[in-house]
């Protein structure tokens, strides 16, 4: 038995270096927002609202602004209504072309973030989501 | 009064396009870091590199989140943004320059061979640096392809690594940017 639990402690660790990530298609969204109202959130307060939405996950809805192919199957959609303003999404597995709506779309995914600078010469801002999935409506 | 407010606004909104119309961007690039050691190979990507160059000024940047990084290994990316990068206080790395050789670029048709030499400050983990970066622009159809490979050392960025895990992460960080502008209209 104590040989058991040894091999089980020693273990342990090693199986959770070598762990990918979890499903976000399992996973319950901690917020559900329209495109506009999350990017508009961080332009109003960035601070805060990284605080409220980062290595969260987040559903958000809009028009699909452009899809981004590997391999014939998309890796990425723009969510955005201006070309500006936009919610950057990268798929967690690849999917198949045909799954996606023609105008609008729901996805979830991790929240990593907001760019988004006056400074730069890039207009608008962009919240990207990662390990995204699509959301049958 | 207001011919001369209307004069100045289109005079405005003429220079803007025009700045416009010299300005190749992307929200898609893809931007990679590789560690090697002989303990682990640490290899992550961001598909979500924002770049941009003004053809007109030879000005040029590009900006990418963190925390936008992805790793096979959860607990790695974890380890990564938590205790290396800090990206909860700095979420962004950036590079702010110009493109000092642009004329000569433009003279010879942005050719696949020509050494874009691009020198301004690269922020990460906070930290600012003047650096010198050997790019590739070159041009493809109505767009320009940038790709880009450099080291960093996370001592310059003062990214503080631990004594425990210091041979498994590379001294020189191999860092490889690829993105495909288009015109900004």
Known sequence: ?137 | MKKFILAFLAVFSLAQFSNAQERYFTREGNVNFFSATPVENIDADNKKLQSVVDLASGAFEFAALIKSFEFEKALMEEHFNENYMESNTHPKATFRGKIENLDDLKAKGYPSDAIAKAKGTMTIHGVDKEVELPAHLVKDGENYKVTCKFTVNPEDYKIAIPNAVRDKIAKEIEVSVDAVLNPMK
Request: net charge negative.
């Open chain 1, 1 to 137: 038995m104590n040989k058991f639990l040894c091999a089980i402690l020693l273990a342990t660790p090693l199986i959770l270096v070598s762990c990918g990530h979890s499903e976000t298609a399992d996973e319950e969204a901690a917020f559900v927002v329209s495109h506009d109202e999350i990017v508009q959130s961080f332009l109003d307060n960035e601070q805060e609202s990284s605080a409220k939405y980062i290595d969260k996950i987040v559903q958000v809805s809009g028009p699909i602004m452009e899809v981004s192919k590997e391999n014939g199957k998309i890796v990425s959609v723009m969510i955005s209504s201006d070309d500006f303003n936009i919610v950057s999404c990268t798929f967690q597995h690849p999917i198949d072309p045909a799954s996606i709506p023609a105008d609008q779309i729901t996805v979830k995914g991790v929240c990593s973030g907001f760019l988004g600078d006056a400074a730069s010469m890039i207009p608008g801002g962009t919240v990207e989501l990662k390990r995204s999935c699509l959301i049958s409506e």
